[in-house]
């Protein structure tokens, strides 16, 4: 199917202001000059490969929207400048894992239950794997490890609450 394209320059004379408006709008300080540069080049590569020439504005805002987020999600990823570096501290390995008065009683309750659902519980919280990596430490069904966490819960709330 062959799509009837306008050349490429009348509409960025057409929408310049507006992708640069929403740039401005949706970007970090000082960055959106960048993010309507970024937006402009990707609608330049994509345009040869259009199917519908209907409401190019929509499509241009869509790209512009898609640049500044990206450029978001990069700016998070940059290291941040600090006045102070702190100091490196030595850890425990498993200093992650140490139990603070206040969870000790939690943890006694934990340990009480009954060795599977222990087992469950400590694989899907302490862990952290879903129900189906659960299952396939303790070579069960994603159901089954599903029903012993939902058990051990019931009981440790049960417990809690007395």
């Not at 959106?32 to 190019?56: E, F, K």
């Not at 943890?107 to 302490?126: D, H, K, S």
């Not at 303790?138 to 019931?154: E, F, N, Q, Y």
């Amino acid at each position: 199917m062959t799509v009837s394209l306008p050349p490429f320059q009348p509409l960025v004379d057409a929408h310049w202001r507006d992708v640069a408006r929403l740039a401005h709008a949706l970007s970090g300080p000082g960055e959106g000059d960048d993010v309507a540069q970024q937006a402009w080049t990707q609608a330049l590569a994509a345009y040869p490969r259009l199917t519908n020439a209907h409401n190019l504005r929509s499509w241009l805002m869509t790209i512009t929207a898609r640049c500044a987020m990206d450029g978001h999600r990069s700016r998070n990823r940059r290291p941040r400048p600090t006045d102070e570096v702190p100091e490196p501290t030595e850890r425990a390995p498993a200093a992650d894992l140490v139990v603070t008065q206040r969870d000790s009683g939690l943890w006694e309750l934990v340990r009480a239950l009954p060795p599977r659902q222990r087992e469950a519980v400590a694989l899907r919280y302490v862990a952290d794997l879903d129900h189906a990596g659960v299952a396939a430490a303790m070579g069960t069904t994603p159901g089954a490890t599903r029903r012993l966490v939902s058990d051990a819960l019931a009981a440790l709330r049960s417990e809690v609450e007395k």
